[in-house]
């Protein structure tokens, strides 16, 4: 799955939680859910050190890199 890597989306803060309704992200200075429709992706699943979004049918990842 390739790596999207644009300003706009950048991975800020990542709350992981093993309950999804739980999970958080900070991505481009939006708070975004599972399930969230932000920047034109659809968050996908929202992982300790990534999150996994979808536009059009193809699949990226954002990783957090502020650990």
């Known amino acids: 799955m390739p790596v999207l890597e644009t300003p ?3 991975l800020q ?5 093993e309950v999804p309704a739980q999970r958080v ?3 481009g ?9 932000a ?3 659809t968050v996908v ?9 979808r536009k059009q049918g193809a699949m ?4 957090f890199k502020g650990r």
């Open 8 to 10: 706009e989306l950048a």
């Open 45 to 53: 699943r929202i992982n300790p050190d990534d999150i996994v979004v």
């Open 39 to 41: 920047f034109g992706y």
């Open 60 to 63: 990226g990842r954002i990783l």
């Open 29 to 37: 200075n939006r708070v975004v859910k599972e399930g969230d429709f």
């Open 25 to 27: 992200a900070v991505v």
């Open 13 to 17: 803060a990542v709350a992981w939680s």
